[in-house]
């Protein structure tokens, strides 16, 4: 199995071998999720930490529940009351993890580059759950996965990403994974949630919805970041749903077979239309959680065995 890194802080850190092994990976895992027994040892003995300094349900979640079946020590911070928010620097931080010796740390935090920069000062290997507007490598990869089981295949698809393209850092990590993969990606929104430098992603651009559908195999909604604006990017909720939110209209422009994709958390009724969203035949959103679990139980796996590894070297 290739997978040589010491840290999963971004997709644009992975070459697409080590892609497709930590998909293979995690296949084992789903079937070990789906089993009677749902437990691994491979993290015996070693402690994860998760850090999550933006308010979080799924993906927290997601990683304590990976952690603890593959045996690990888990403990959650609560970063929201911890010393960050009496002055203290990512530093210190950083220096107080070193003393409690954690093996795998997962933080999420506000400003892009903040996981990295930890990362230069840990003692352990760290995973990314979402850093500002940059990257959320783990979503990106349960994405691929749910992709590859119902489309049978990761290259050479034609995907369309559709709605609050700016504030994403689910679409930048989809972005580079799919291009790494040899995809052809749509982004399809309003000009206005955009990004301003999307001619350096090499990507087809639509503003209308029907125009970036057509004839796609798979269509993935994103949710409107209104946390992350700081001004009037939409005329109106009602307006954005009737030009870019998804209901059967819309998505008959894909093709047939095309399914839903969403990362969670959904806005009923303003990115995407409540029966779409719950259609077995075509929506894959609950398998996206399922896959979750699997893939982050896949990256601590291999990032365990590389770091002890190292130890043993």
Not at 125 to 133: K, W
Not at 148 to 156: E, F, S, T, Y
């Amino acid at each position: 199995m290739t997978f040589r890194a010491k840290h999963l802080l971004g997709i644009e850190y992975l070459a697409p071998d080590e892609i497709t092994t930590l998909l293979d990976l995690a296949e084992t895992y789903v079937e070990l999720n789906r089993s009677k027994t749902k437990h691994s040892d491979v993290l015996a003995g070693l402690t994860q930490i998760n850090m999550f300094f933006e308010n979080s349900t799924r993906t927290q979640a997601s990683f304590e529940l990976a952690g603890k079946r593959l045996g690990a020590d888990v403990m959650n911070m609560a970063m929201q009351a911890s010393s960050t928010k009496k002055g203290e620097t990512l530093i210190d931080t950083a220096l107080t993890l070193n003393a409690m010796h954690p093996d795998l740390l997962v933080v999420r935090h506000p400003h892009s580059g903040a996981v990295n920069l930890l990362a230069e000062k840990v003692n352990c290997a760290v995973l990314n759950a979402g850093d500002g507007f940059h990257e959320h490598p783990t979503q990106a990869l349960l994405d691929a996965l749910t992709i590859r089981r119902a489309k049978g295949r990761l290259h050479r698809l034609s995907i369309a990403i559709c709605g609050d393209i700016a504030h994403s850092r689910v679409a930048r990590s989809n972005l580079i994974l799919l291009g790494k993969m040899e995809n052809r990606v749509r982004l399809v929104g309003p000009t206005t949630l955009m990004p301003s430098q999307i001619s350096e992603f090499g990507v087809e651009v639509f503003d209308d919805m029907r125009e970036g559908l057509a004839d796609v195999d798979v269509v993935m909604m994103l949710r409107l970041q209104k946390e992350r604006m700081d001004g009037g990017f939409i005329p109106s909720e009602r307006e954005y749903y009737h030009r870019y939110g998804l209901d059967a209209e819309k998505l008959s422009y894909a093709k047939p077979d095309a399914i839903v994709m969403h990362p969670g958390p959904m806005n009923r009724g303003v990115e995407i239309d409540g029966t779409i969203a719950d259609d077995i035949n075509r929506s894959v959103i609950q398998e996206q959680v399922e896959m979750g679990v699997a893939v982050r139980m896949a990256a601590m796996d291999l990032l365990a065995r590389n770091l002890r590894n190292r130890s043993a070297a």
